[in-house]
């Protein structure tokens, strides 16, 4: 590692702070200063000092320097015996350096201690789904959300590991409360269009039908949902079981979604490929696999 060139103490300083302020990891960086300037000064920070140490670990473990941040670690700790924060920074530590049965051990510890420490909760999750164990990450998250319900990220994660275990039922609950969430945002429809029409059947495909149409209004450029529309309204239109009013509503709405791709199809240099043979594998993109 090279040492990053300052002319003093003082402008090491100012770095460190400017790269906080400014949430800049600049892990390297932010190694080589204190290696070679600030460690031998610390005393100088005053106060600063626990900020610093703070992001020293950080830096320390994005690069590896595993030492580093054990020893910065431990100046801590010595002055927060108690603190939630330094026992996740030792956490991280321990994820880091691939201990991952000792860190949710002091994960489940901390979560124990207080269930709202979010950044335990999630890390754990983190750990599970690294190891491979799917089944208790979607405990965790499911836990972690019956505490924070209203986290869109932590709903669409719980969706993703649903999906991954074949679980579509699970998978389009969490899809559509993201919905209740986030009602303007045209991605969720259309997300949770691909796993109702993924399920299939006749009620599935018309509520897929429905998010399709409502993820273009939204944004009328949104192509999957152009042929999301157009697969879920052919897919209606030659059911035998609807009645005649329905296949006629549906039928107009797929020839206009048929007519808009081949439209767009044809401004991008497509060529004038009948809409059938362009759609020919579409089902099998827009379908969502295991």
């Not at 003082?10 to 460190?16: F, I, P, V």
């Not at 300037?37 to 920070?45: A, D, G």
């Not at 997300?191 to 039908?209: E, L, P, Q, S």
């Not at 450029?221 to 009013?245: C, V, W």
Request: glycine share 6%; charged share 25%; hydrophobic share 40%.
């Amino acid at each position: 590692m090279e040492p990053t060139l300052v002319n003093s103490f003082q402008e090491a300083r100012e770095k460190l702070r400017k790269w906080r302020e400014d949430h800049e990891r600049k892990s390297e960086e932010v190694v080589s200063l204190w290696v070679s300037v600030v460690c031998n000064n610390e005393n100088k920070l005053g106060d600063e000092k626990w900020m610093v140490l703070e992001q020293v670990v950080i830096a320390s473990l994005d690069t590896h320097n595993y030492e580093i941040a054990g020893d910065a670690i431990c100046e801590l700790k010595a002055r927060f015996p108690s603190s939630d924060r330094v026992r996740y920074l030792q956490v991280l530590r321990l994820h880091a350096m691939g201990k991952c049965e000792e860190a949710l051990t002091a994960l489940d510890q901390m979560i124990t201690k207080d269930a709202t420490n979010s950044a335990a909760h999630k890390r754990k999750i983190a750990i599970l789904k690294s190891q491979g164990n799917i089944p208790d990450a979607i405990k965790g998250l499911v836990d972690y959300l019956s505490k924070f319900m209203s986290d869109q990220e932590a709903w669409s994660e719980l969706c993703d590991l649903y999906l991954s275990e074949g679980e579509h039922t699970r998978a389009v609950f969490c899809a559509e409360e993201l919905i209740l969430h986030n009602p303007h945002n045209f991605f969720v429809y259309q997300r949770a269009g691909d796993i109702r029409y993924t399920m299939g059947g006749i009620d599935n495909i018309k509520i897929a039908f429905n998010y399709y149409n409502q993820a273009l209004k939204l944004n009328d450029n949104s192509m999957r949902s152009l042929f999301g529309l157009f697969l879920a309204g052919s897919t209606l239109t030659a059911n035998s079981k609807l009645p005649p009013p329905d296949k006629k509503d549906f039928a107009k709405s797929t020839a206009w979604a048929a007519d808009e791709i081949s439209q767009r199809y044809s401004k991008q240099g497509g060529g004038h490929e009948p809409v059938e043979l362009m759609l020919e594998g579409a089902m099998s993109n827009l379908q969502i696999t295991n």
